[in-house]
């Protein structure tokens, strides 16, 4: 009796883990992009205004975009020499997302338009998103306190008031 | 026994070591005064710090000033109007790393004019600012 009410709860919890996984699965992609290593040029010339984003989070078309407009780099000038670009675009194309949602080319191939960043973050509401300590949704190291580490664990996650 | 926590503070403290020692040998391509020297010399007339000071704390005409980022007096962190991130020091005697690399210099003016002046800055307008910033003393 006892056995048979562990097995009926060990498919309760393969049924939940299946329903479950896909949403995991994405979530250890973005983990494996995120372990990444930054080119130090990358780290270098991208992150003084924002974090060195995973180079994952983005498919190449979005990159080679971002990389051949830098004097209009959304609101700003992030403007570059040629041979950096040249350099920043090779090794981005090389580790940009290569499988799952994040192949598609967001709507002005910001990473916050993804359709995986909005499913991951539809439980923030509005009003966290414009709390001045957070100011806009690029800013990740605001909740997730080790992005600029390329670490987006939940456990090191902490939403400022 | 070598704990975790062990290991990481001892590794903190090698890269501390080695970053200290770096500090020290390994002088900067350039002093924030050469720097602010091949300006002076660009331009033709000697820098006016208050009128660098003017510059960068009003408006151009645009939404930012040099002030919104990084503060009207840049001898604190500064935060980035758009990102949100924090930006360090720009005054050279409260972040030594400041003004010692005349390309990086080139490049941070030249994207920052844009978006504040919405042109490149001219040399004299680069001398005022930086002689500012070096009367700023902790």
């Given at each position: 009796?006892?056995?048979?009410?562990?097995?009926?709860?060990?498919?309760?919890?393969?049924?939940?883990?299946?329903?479950?996984?896909?949403?995991?699965?994405?979530?250890?992609?973005?983990?494996?992009?995120?372990?990444?290593?930054?080119?130090?040029?990358?780290?270098?010339?991208?992150?003084?205004?924002?974090?060195a984003?995973?180079?994952?989070?983005?498919?190449?078309?979005?990159?080679?975009?971002?990389?051949?407009?830098?004097?209009?780099?959304?609101g700003?000038?992030a403007?570059?020499?040629p041979?950096?670009?040249?350099?920043?675009?090779?090794?981005?194309?090389?580790?940009?997302?290569?499988?799952?949602?994040?192949?598609?080319?967001?709507?002005?191939?910001?990473?916050?338009?993804?359709?995986?960043?909005?499913?991951?973050?539809?439980?923030?509401?509005?009003?966290?998103?414009?709390?001045?300590?957070?100011?806009?949704?690029?800013?990740?190291?605001?909740?997730?306190?080790?992005?600029?580490?390329?670490?987006?664990?939940?456990?090191?996650?902490?939403?400022?008031? | 026994m070598?704990?975790?926590?062990?290991?990481?503070?001892?590794?903190?403290?090698y890269?501390?070591?080695?970053?200290?020692a770096?500090?020290?040998?390994?002088?900067?391509?350039?002093?924030?005064?050469?720097?602010?020297?091949?300006?002076?010399?660009?331009?033709?007339?000697?820098?006016?710090?208050?009128?660098?000071?003017?510059?960068?704390?009003?408006?151009?005409?645009?939404?930012?000033?040099?002030?919104?980022?990084?503060?009207?007096?840049?001898?604190?962190?500064?935060?980035?109007?758009?990102?949100?991130?924090?930006?360090?020091?720009?005054?050279?005697?409260?972040?030594?790393?400041?003004?010692?690399?005349?390309?990086?210099?080139?490049?941070?003016?030249?994207?920052?004019?844009?978006?504040?002046v919405?042109?490149?800055?001219?040399?004299?307008?680069?001398?005022?600012?930086?002689?500012?910033?070096?009367?700023?003393?902790?």
């Open positions: 009796m006892n056995i048979r009410f562990a097995s009926v709860i060990a498919y309760a919890f393969m049924a939940l883990a299946a329903t479950v996984l896909p949403g995991l699965a994405l979530g250890e992609e973005e983990q494996q992009a995120s372990s990444l290593t930054p080119l130090p040029k990358y780290r270098q010339e991208c992150a003084a205004c924002h974090i984003y995973p180079p994952g989070m983005l498919p190449a078309d979005s990159w080679r975009h971002i990389l051949n407009n830098l004097d209009h780099h959304f700003t000038n403007s570059l020499d041979a950096s670009v040249k350099q920043l675009e090779s090794w981005l194309s090389t580790h940009a997302a290569s499988a799952g949602r994040a192949t598609i080319v967001p709507p002005e191939d910001r990473i916050t338009r993804s359709t995986w960043f909005m499913a991951a973050h539809d439980e923030v509401p509005a009003s966290t998103w414009r709390r001045p300590a957070v100011k806009s949704a690029s800013n990740c190291v605001a909740c997730h306190t080790r992005a600029d580490q390329g670490n987006f664990d939940e456990r090191y996650i902490r939403i400022p008031r | 070598l704990t975790s926590g062990r290991l990481c503070a001892l590794r903190s403290l890269v501390c070591g080695i970053v200290a770096a500090g020290i040998p390994a002088a900067y391509a350039e002093a924030p005064a050469q720097i602010l020297n091949g300006y002076a010399v660009q331009s033709g007339t000697a820098p006016v710090p208050s009128r660098g000071q003017q510059f960068f704390t009003t408006r151009h005409g645009r939404e930012w000033a040099c002030a919104t980022c990084h503060g009207a007096t840049p001898t604190g962190k500064g935060q980035h109007a758009a990102t949100g991130k924090t930006i360090a020091p720009l005054a050279p005697a409260f972040n030594p790393e400041r003004f010692t690399d005349a390309a990086k210099t080139e490049k941070w003016f030249r994207r920052n004019c844009g978006d504040v919405g042109r490149e800055c001219t040399a004299s307008e680069k001398a005022d600012i930086l002689s500012w910033l070096m009367t700023l003393k902790p």
